[in-house]
């Protein structure tokens, strides 16, 4: 199993700035891919940013020029530095991962816990 523990989250004013960790952990044989989702209350769950195991990133349109994903490889961390936040960005920040755990095993998904982000205006 992998476990994702987010840190990182809490409450700012608009046009502040965040930065969100995961570390991963447990039994890791291959790290796919790691990213963010955030969801708001009554929207679903969204895709934010993504980066895959050459370092390839992706971000969804409404987060380009303002938030940066990165990963750590040796620790097995990724972040999402966040800046010039909005009100709009207020939703609950969960990360993601897709590994595998074993040579004999596919590719799965996890999650972690979430972590809150809430942007003042």
């Known amino acids: 199993q992998v476990q994702l523990v987010e840190s990182g989250g809490g409450l700012v004013q608009a046009g502040g700035s965040l930065r969100l960790s995961c570390v991963a952990s447990g039994r890791i044989y291959r790290i796919n891919n790691m990213g963010w989702f955030r969801q708001a209350p009554g929207k679903e769950r969204e895709l934010v940013a993504t980066?895959?195991?050459?370092?390839?990133?992706e971000l969804v349109d409404s987060v380009k020029g303002r938030f940066t994903i990165s990963a750590d490889t040796t620790k097995k961390t990724v972040y999402l530095q966040m800046n010039s936040l909005k009100a709009e960005d207020t939703a609950v920040y969960y990360c993601?991962?897709?590994?595998?755990?074993?040579?004999?095993?596919?590719?799965?998904?996890?999650w972690g816990q979430g972590t809150q982000v809430t942007v003042s205006s």
């Open positions: 980066i895959s195991n050459d370092g390839r990133t």
């Open positions: 993601n991962g897709d590994f595998r755990t074993s040579i004999y095993r596919l590719s799965a998904a996890y």
